[in-house]
């Protein structure tokens, strides 16, 4: 039962969160702060029940004895269950939140309707709003291969389903997440490493093959979890590391994710993570706090499979699977240590958890014992790697020479035959300590050295991701077919572009993207005297650039601030004050001072007359990336 310190301080983070939840509703639903509320209320209401349910489930038999202690008493079972549900119950109340601006501000309670906004404003960059149901399918999705997995993990805790059975639970129960990822996003493509791209591309499409890579990562996470384990709190310990690990990921990724566009590419995918890790690292962090040693409770292999899926869908479904193995490094070295005990070739016993020495209190690597003796091969093989400077492993021979036994290929094992015997939270704090440091490596390795492998990274410049978002072609020898937003056309290098459309019976590609001014031929002459061009401009080649330029518009259906136009101004100065030029989007002008606009947040390009004519034609530009310069 909760002690009266407890109950008091668990009812008073109780009502902090549910004031911080009320509050959000004064503002756009600031769902990130709400999912804070939710974490908070997650470890109240998990910390209860386990208190709570601890003896009722020891009345349901859904208890077990701790074998690493020298009264081996018998405590609750399977209690990860209670954080599962507890953890699905917060995700469902948490709906509406990441949608409420969608919902209310956006849509004035419509989901499905879209806001009606005026030509003017669509002409000028800003599209319709419509309400993000491929979010929302993709929570929901993840929400269903949580609750299927929760079902299995369930399941398995209480009929204790074998090995060979339980291998694929997690594959089944992330078919909704790969239903969604297939329907509402389908990239099945990989970057290729700058060093083979002369060779491979910049990407290689893998198809299914692709697919069948997400349903093993699926399977993977939460099976890598239930094989590292076997003391006390080292499930819980490892998720809570990997879920941290994770976090700090997303964090680094928005920081270093531009702010225009907005939202960035990288934005949603990065809070749909953070908003189910921070209720998971609520969730456990309760389960920590009666797994660890010495456990009150054990969590069982709902949790297992329940933390490794929540894994592997916020790495499946916020696009960064490459960056979730690295964290997962350690599990991925247990289980290739442990794969000849797994596939049979080593004696496999069913539990390979540490032997507990009664009489020195300590935890001592355990063993496993061959029958019938290795064969040559593998004898000499087992010797050498006993015989190693840092040993993989330690044997028992007889007097003959032959194997008896072995011990058993977990990460547990290993660190005790490297350090010998210790006590049991000495051994998780050292093999947990070992999944924090390479776990930041991995982490510093992907955000600071990714881009001397790879050309697409978070740490691009804003030039990069502009320009990347922007390509139409990429040629093998640098070649660049660029998309253009925004093309502004003044009188004095478009003649000859017009009439080069004309000669080859062609339109312009979008008018709609085309604006076009007079400005360089503009006296300075007072504009209260203005009636026509052909008046006002006394010069005679500047009054013909600006007649054909008027007449060129009119042929063409463009967009035109001519001289008796209020909004007629510097072609520069236009962009951005009539909203034609925007952050995020590339800008081309056929002068020399369209750089300029890059102080909006715009890739711009001054271009020359053949180089207009391409643009107007097709909307593209014909150029390669510049170098980026250290400073």
């Known amino acids: 039962m909760l002690s009266r310190a407890e109950s008091l301080s668990l009812l008073t983070l109780s009502i902090a969160c549910l004031g911080v939840l009320a509050n959000t509703f004064n503002g756009e639903g600031e769902p990130l702060i709400a999912s804070l509320a939710f974490s908070g209320i997650a470890f109240s209401f998990t910390y209860c029940l386990i208190q709570w349910l601890g003896q009722t489930f020891i009345h349901a038999g859904l208890k077990g004895r701790d074998m690493s202690k020298v009264r081996k008493p018998e405590i609750p079972e399977a209690m990860g269950g209670v954080g599962a549900v507890v953890y699905l119950l917060i995700l469902i109340f948490f709906i509406p ?4 601006k969608d919902i209310v501000a956006a849509t004035s309670g419509g989901g499905s309707r879209d806001v009606t906004v005026s030509h003017e404003l669509l002409a000028s960059g800003r599209v319709l709003h419509r309400f993000p149901h491929s979010k929302l399918a993709s929570y929901l999705s993840a929400l269903m291969s949580l609750q299927s997995v929760v079902i299995l993990g369930i399941a398995d805790d209480l009929f204790d389903i074998r090995w060979r059975h339980k291998l694929f639970i997690p594959a089944v129960a992330s078919i909704p997440m790969l239903v969604v990822y297939f329907v509402d996003y389908g990239v099945t493509n990989v970057v290729v490493p700058l060093q083979l791209e002369h060779y491979f591309g910049s990407l290689i499409d893998l198809g299914w093959i692709y697919y069948a890579y997400m349903a093993a990562v699926a399977i993977f996470c939460p099976n890598s979890i239930n094989i590292l384990a076997g003391i006390n709190g080292i499930e819980v310990s490892q998720s809570l590391v990997i879920a941290v690990l994770l976090l700090v990921n997303d964090g680094l990724s928005l920081y ?5 566009p907005y939202p960035h590419p990288a934005t949603d995918p990065h809070l749909f993570s953070i908003y189910l890790l921070l209720p998971f690292i609520a969730v456990s962090v309760a389960l920590w706090w009666h797994n660890w040693y010495p456990a009150k409770v054990f969590v069982g292999d709902t949790y297992c499979y329940f933390a490794g899926m929540v894994f592997a869908i916020v790495g499946i479904l916020g696009h960064f699977s490459k960056t979730l193995l690295l964290t997962f490094i350690p599990q991925i070295l247990n289980f290739l240590y442990s794969a000849p005990q797994l596939v049979r070739i080593i004696p496999c016993p069913r539990h390979r958890l540490p032997h507990f020495n009664s009489r020195t209190g300590l935890m001592e690597p355990s063993v496993t014992t061959w029958h019938h003796p290795p064969g040559k091969v593998l004898t000499g093989l087992l010797k050498a790697l006993a015989g190693l400077p840092v040993p993989l492993l330690a044997i028992k021979q007889d007097d003959q ?5 072995s011990t058993n290929l977990t990460l547990l094992n290993l660190w005790l035959v490297w350090f010998g015997p210790q006590r049991e939270d000495r051994l998780a704090m050292g093999v947990i300590g070992s999944q924090v440091w390479i776990g930041v490596i991995a982490l510093y390795t992907r955000h600071k050295l990714a881009s001397l492998v790879f050309r697409e990274d978070n740490r691009q410049t804003l030039y990069d991701k502009v320009f990347r978002d922007h390509v139409v072609n990429e040629s093998q020898d640098g070649t660049v077919l660029l998309y253009i937003d925004r093309h502004l056309v003044h009188e004095v290098t478009s003649p000859q572009a017009f009439e080069g459309l004309r000669n080859a019976r062609r339109k312009v590609r979008r008018p709609d993207c085309t604006l ?45 601030f001519g001289l008796g136009d209020n909004r007629q101004g510097i072609v520069h100065i236009i962009g951005p004050e009539q909203g034609f030029t925007l952050p995020g989007t590339t800008v081309v002008c056929g002068d020399s001072y369209t750089s300029t606009h890059g102080a909006f947040g715009a890739l711009a390009f001054g271009i020359g007359t053949s180089e207009v004519e391409h643009v107007l034609a097709t909307q593209t530009l014909i150029t390669k990336r510049s170098k980026n310069m250290r400073l």
């Not at 939140?97 to 409420?100: A, D, G, L, N, S």
């Not at 020479?401 to 036994?405: D, F, L, Q």
């Not at 360089?520 to 006002?536: D, E």
Request: glycine residues 6%.
């Open 401 to 405: 020479g032959n194997v008896v036994s």
């Open 97 to 100: 939140f990441p949608f409420y």
């Open 516 to 560: 076009a001014t007079t400005d360089h031929n503009v006296p300075t002459t007072p504009r209260k005297i203005f009636k026509n061009v052909g008046q006002f401009v006394k010069e005679a080649d500047s009054r013909l650039q600006c007649l054909t330029l008027e007449e060129n518009v009119k042929a063409f259906g463009l967009t035109y």
């Open 256 to 260: 270093s994710a531009p702010a225009v």
